[in-house]
């Protein structure tokens, strides 16, 4: 996409060149069957959180980022009114919040100590390491009507505006990383406080003023992402530039935090760029343990759109996904990792193809270790073929495209912590209820558990006579948005205990054929209906069949 912000619009995926790669050996994998963990997994598998939306306020415009902070969440885009879950826009509780605000993770209640406002829309938010502020940073040039110009910091404690922090940058800041000391950050500037810059630059988290002693340079393209590896040696940097510091590194590489020079990046997620029309870009990282987990998004047929992941102390590949449709944000929890896109096609890990027309899937979440090999072939122009490959797991909830920048697209960004994820974007709907903007979801723990089998997918079966005493029926499995496993129990006539019972695994994408022989029907005519179950007792039943007999 010609910019991932406010430019970005969606594109179809056509095509497939194969090039040049390379398959990795001797890597270790958990046995994680594809698409079978959900909030109710079996042993040894990852459990995701549930998919029922959580009650959250709403924004009238987009998020395009968000940072957590023990309990709250700030969140940054183009926005100018925030109002409470449940309500239409216009409502006598909507306050304003231009382009920044914050929430309870745990209620989905405005913070309304933390009230800002950016006179130009923000790109990237994030927290210090020791949480005890927030960057923000975008094209805004005033934060409450003073002076900051693309970049500045809000003390979590008291919710105020750090007002000794106003570097002066010279254009938009879409990255940054911070420690107690330094702020890094990246865009696609050329100035910071009047001193020449290309593209990266640190200043001091005290006054903002320059740290001349780090100058490394995003040489061609801008950056898009920035991240602290473990010990806050090595800056991560993500982005469309084909070159770092003079040499090439294409799309992600790492820095000395020290004094900017290059340091170890040993896998090649991104493919080189073909051409305007071609090529793969960094979206978002984040660091968890001592892996950085990577978003891409790609141009053209088939270039990267996926995930990738890799040690942060090296850039060792662990996994890389080739699933298809732009990637935007990812966050990893517990042994999950949660990313927003526009998936449509992931036959990478065996799981959801392309459909004609496509169909999109905005919510992933996938395992953090590797889990087999990928199975399809490479993307175009890609570096590697059969490389590890996490297993997707079993979560999907819908998210309903949103008309806000007219780019077709949902969810730009995730967050959350060890119970909560949430998500932010453009959408108006969440499961097909009004939630615009801004949700969460909760581990099965904290959450209401009520997304159960989806009732438009459960039609009436089909009954046929086999003989006197003997009817047989079929239907199709139905699929759940957060669990995998169904019971389907076969209910005769008007009766309501169950004659059998039928256990079957099933996805959106592979919904089997099912059937029960009721072999002791009394004589006489009879109808059949379907009772299907989740592991939560959430129960759906179809309408009834034809009368057999």
Same mark, same amino acid.
């Given at each position: ?15 497939? !060149? ?53 309990? %709250? ?5 183009? &926005? ?42 923000? +790109? ?10 927030? @960057? ?63 593209? +990266? ?150 799981? &959801? ?97 009520? %997304? ?5 997918? +459960?039609? !009436? ?57 009721? !072999? ?7 109808? @059949? ?21």
């Amino acid at each position: 996409m010609k910019a991932l912000l406010r430019q970005r619009r969606a594109s179809t995926r056509a095509g497939l !060149a194969a090039a040049a790669v390379v398959a990795l050996g001797g890597a270790s994998f958990m046995p994680v069957a594809t698409a079978g963990a959900d909030t109710a997994p079996g042993v040894g598998t990852p459990a995701t959180v549930s998919a029922d939306p959580l009650p959250t306020w709403q924004v009238d415009g987009v998020v395009w980022s968000m940072a957590t902070v023990g309990n %709250t969440v700030y969140a940054t885009g183009k &926005f100018t009114k925030a109002r409470p879950p449940g309500t239409a826009p216009g409502n006598a509780k909507e306050v304003t919040r231009n382009n920044i605000l914050a929430f309870d993770l745990t209620t989905g209640n405005l913070v309304t100590s933390f009230a800002h406002s950016l006179d130009g829309q923000g +790109l990237r938010i994030v927290a210090s390491p020791d949480g005890k502020r927030v @960057y923000v940073g975008g094209e805004f040039t005033t934060v409450d009507g003073k002076a900051h110009n693309r970049l500045a910091a809000f003390d979590t404690a008291t919710g105020k505006l750090v007002d000794a922090f106003a570097p002066k940058v010279g254009n938009k800041v879409r990255a940054i990383a911070a420690t107690t000391s330094t702020v890094y950050f990246g865009g696609n500037f050329f100035n910071v406080n009047g001193k020449s810059r290309t593209r +990266l630059a640190a200043v001091k988290a005290s006054n903002g003023a320059n740290v001349d002693t780090w100058r490394p340079t995003a040489d061609d393209n801008e950056v898009f992402a920035m991240a602290l590896a473990p010990g806050g040696t090595r800056v991560l940097i993500g982005g469309r530039f084909q070159k770092l510091n003079g040499a090439e590194h294409v799309g992600i590489g790492a820095v000395s935090a020290s004094n900017g020079a290059s340091a170890e990046w040993s896998s090649r997620p991104i493919p080189t760029k073909q051409d305007d029309e071609h090529y793969s870009y960094v979206t978002d990282l984040f660091v968890s343990g001592d892996t950085v987990f990577g978003s891409a998004d790609g141009e053209g047929g088939h270039w990267f759109d996926g995930r990738f992941a890799a040690k942060a102390a090296d850039g060792e590949l662990t996994w890389l996904d080739n699933c298809y449709g732009a990637t935007y944000g990812i966050f990893a929890q517990s042994q999950a990792v949660y990313s927003v896109s526009h998936a449509h096609a992931c036959e990478s890990l065996g799981a &959801f193809p392309e459909t004609k027309p496509q169909t999109w899937h905005r919510t992933l979440a996938e395992t953090k270790v590797a889990t087999g090999r990928d199975q399809a072939p490479p993307g175009s122009n890609s570096n590697y073929s059969k490389q590890p490959i996490p297993s997707l797991l079993h979560w999907f909830p819908t998210l309903a495209v949103g008309t806000f920048t007219k780019q077709n697209q949902a969810a730009w960004a995730v967050t959350g912590n060890e119970t909560y994820v949430a998500i932010g974007g453009e959408f108006p709907k969440v499961n097909g209820k009004g939630q615009q903007g801004l949700v969460r979801f909760a581990v099965k723990a904290k959450a209401p558990n009520k %997304t159960g089998p989806v009732k438009a997918d +459960l039609a !009436a079966p089909e009954a046929v006579k086999l003989s006197s005493t003997r009817n047989k029926v079929n239907w199709r499995a139905t699929w759940d948005m957060d669990n995998v496993a169904l019971t389907y129990e076969v209910l005769r006539d008007s009766g309501t205990v169950a004659i059998g019972t039928v256990k079957q695994n099933s996805t959106f994408w592979n919904r089997p054929n099912l059937s029960f022989t009721d !072999a002791a029907a009394p004589k006489g005519k009879h109808t @059949y209906k379907i009772r299907v179950k989740d592991p939560l007792g959430n129960t759906l039943t179809s309408a009834a069949s034809n009368s057999v007999g």
